[in-house]
């Protein structure tokens, strides 16, 4: 199952963590989350090296010029997240699957990077009540920070068709389900059924 991808994308809110989650406790000893840089600072329990590897704009910066990541996005302003070259390498070498937890652009970034060796999902809140609702009950936002993720989740959404995969997320144990059933498809070589041989 070495050298293969799971890539995960969403507007925030969609239940993408939650799913990611679920996968990788399904899949223990052979898959591995793969740590993002961020210049946002650590929210609620979050720790260094677990969530993200938190850093400030500057050493974010100098790392883009060292051409250190296989992808970056300026999610939200200021915000910079992205995916370190030594990450991959790190998870490779122990020859796990690597899971990334991305954004809508790193998503689909990443596919073009991966091709064949990755299967991309798109996570999808049956609704915007829907997720501003989750994001509320959630907790870990501020109302401002909530209102800027609805609102970006409209353009969001219009990347959904260039993933390998749309995953709607109403019943989260039919989710769970759906998103188990389509990554053993894809591990048990079902990547020749969803690629799209980029
Ligand atoms: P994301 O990673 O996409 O931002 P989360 O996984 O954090 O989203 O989910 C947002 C909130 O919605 C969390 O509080 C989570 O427990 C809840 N949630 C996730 N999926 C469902 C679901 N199918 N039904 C109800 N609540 C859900
Ligand atoms: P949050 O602040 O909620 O942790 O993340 C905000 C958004 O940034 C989420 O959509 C998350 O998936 C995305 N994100 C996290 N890491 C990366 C990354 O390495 N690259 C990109 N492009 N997006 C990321």
Known sequence: MDNKVLIFS??????????VNHILGVYPDSMEFSVSAT?????GEEVHGREYYFMSPEEFRKLIDEDKFVEFEEVYEGRFYGTLKSECERIWA???????????????????????AALSIFIQAPSVEVLRD?????????????????????????YAPQFDYVLVNDDLSTAFAESEKVVEDFLDDGRLNYSTFI
């Not at 969403?10 to 799913?19: E, L, Q, W």
């Open 39 to 43: 210049s946002r600072p650590p929210r």
């Open 134 to 158: 989750r994001l509320i009950k959630r907790g870990t936002d501020s109302p401002e920070a909530i209102e800027e993720r609805v609102a970006k989740a409209g353009e969001e959404m219009a």
């Open 94 to 116: 122990a020859g796990h699957v690597i899971i990334f937890d991305v954004d809508v652009k790193g998503g689909v970034n990443l596919k073009k990077y991966f091709g064949k």
């Open 10 to 19: 969403a507007p925030s809110g969609s239940g993408k963590s939650t799913i």
